[in-house]
């Protein structure tokens, strides 16, 4: 299974940007996809982004669209998301998630079979 470690969650103004980063192991020989996902207490995860192995192919949610960029470099084995224009709302817990495949569809929620433990993001106003 693939071991995920988030990092550079943090407190940031309205307006302001931060970016993910999700260092993944436990990767030799395997393809698979990557996706973010946030969640606020007592509310379900929802999905952000998500991004084909090769990276050709991106699927946003509606929040995300315009604001967030998803990309991997898989010859460092790592996957970021680059958010702008951060509002309150975008305050969340992420998570990154990998699934084993190498489909590019957009894929289900339960396909995704790694989850790392998550970077605090906080927008304040």
């Known amino acids: 299974q693939v071991q995920l470690v988030e990092s550079g969650g943090g407190l940031v103004q309205v307006g302001g940007s931060l970016r993910l980063s999700c260092a993944a192991s436990g990767t030799t020989s395997r393809t698979y996809a990557m996706g973010w996902f946030r969640q606020v207490p007592r509310k379900e995860r929802e999905f952000v982004a998500s991004i084909s192995w090769r990276g050709h192919v991106t699927y946003y949610a509606d929040s995300a669209k315009g604001r967030f960029t998803i990309y991997r470099d898989n010859t460092e084995s790592r996957g970021y998301l680059q958010m702008n224009s951060l509002k309150p709302e975008d305050t969340a817990i992420y998570y990154c998630?990998?699934?084993?495949?190498?489909?590019?569809?957009?894929?289900?929620?339960?396909?995704?079979?790694?989850w790392g433990q998550g970077t605090q993001v906080t927008v304040s106003s």
């Open positions: 998630a990998t699934a084993p495949t190498p489909r590019t569809l957009r894929l289900e929620d339960s396909e995704y079979d790694s």
